[in-house]
């Protein structure tokens, strides 16, 4: 196991590499900074810099590593790029449906390509439109999970298991009939990045929690939230300054490390 100034040492090293790599396609720190707005205030404020930050993401999205090319292309960009210019302008907002946009669309692209491709008519303004009513009816889930933290407060297995299930129903009835776990845990991810880790299948095949081609689950991640807790708790004396010196959640940076090493695509940016 890592000491403590070993953690920190790997904890930052990946962070920056991840900046490197994947920072221009990054559009998590607004999409977390607006659900937690809409949570406050019951709205969320654009600013200009966010604009203009939004505008960085549609010019530099590279849908490359994705097999996305030509015509279906196109049209994928196409409406992100609508969605973005019509829905997120300078103000304030209340769908918080389109403020998830740009962080889900951009690291959930690989199932996005599959939604266009299995449905002609797919819409993203729909989809996110379509999730707005169900954050709406959970936010009360969503403030209740953003003042926790998991190093610190109990794993509430029976909460988790019932939010968990709504928002993978949902992602499947508006998607392509099928189960969404890594969808709903980077939904789960945003509404309280202190609580709820994050993990997709290659992070979790390297972890040793899934099989090869076997998809994640609800027991899965109950078991990530109960091992990151036990090994984190061997660094709380730095957690807190980490976090504070990075702005971000230990979660999310031990996300970035572990996705560093498991990456599909990151290998082909290294390239580039």
């Given at each position: 196991?890592?000491?403590e100034?070993?953690?920190i040492?790997w904890?930052k ?8 790599f994947?920072?221009?396609?990054d ?11 809409w949570?406050n205030?019951?709205k ?5 810099d966010n604009?203009?930050r ?6 530099n999205i ?11 292309r ?9 969605l ?11 769908n918080?449906?389109?403020?998830f ?9 690989r ?7 299995k ?29 926790m ?11 988790i ?8 129903d ?71 300054e980490?976090e ?7 979660l ?5 490390g ?13 390239i580039?």
């Amino acid at each position: 196991m890592l000491n403590e100034n070993e953690f920190i040492k790997w904890v930052k090293l990946s962070h920056s590499m991840y900046g490197i790599f994947e920072g221009r396609y990054d559009a998590y720190s607004l999409s977390e900074k607006w659900v937690r707005e809409w949570c406050n205030l019951e709205k969320y404020i654009i600013s200009e810099d966010n604009v203009n930050r939004l505008r960085n993401l549609i010019e530099n999205i590279d849908y490359a590593p994705f097999q996305l090319e030509g015509d279906m292309r196109d049209k994928v960009h196409n409406q992100f790029t609508a969605l973005i210019l019509d829905q997120l302008d300078l103000g304030e907002h209340i769908n918080i449906g389109f403020g998830f946009c740009p962080y889900l669309f951009t690291w959930n692209l690989r199932r996005f390509k599959n939604y266009f491709f299995k449905n002609q008519g797919f819409s993203l303004e729909n989809y996110f439109e379509s999730l707005n009513e169900l954050f709406e009816n959970k936010k009360n889930d969503f403030i209740h999970f953003q003042n926790m933290k998991l190093v610190n407060d109990e794993i509430e297995s029976e909460n988790i298991g019932t939010l968990f299930n709504d928002l993978n129903d949902k992602l499947k009835s508006i998607g392509i009939g099928q189960n969404e776990p890594v969808g709903t845990i980077k939904l789960l991810h945003i509404m309280a990045p202190h609580y709820f880790p994050l993990i997709d299948n290659p992070i979790s095949q390297k972890m040793r929690l899934t099989r090869y081609k076997e998809s994640l689950t609800l027991t899965h991640y109950l078991k990530l939230m109960k091992l990151l807790k036990n090994w984190l708790r061997n660094y709380e004396g730095v957690i807190g300054e980490i976090e504070e010196e990075l702005d971000s959640s230990i979660l999310k940076l031990v996300d970035e490390g572990l996705y560093i090493v498991s990456s599909v695509n990151i290998s082909k940016r290294i390239i580039e």
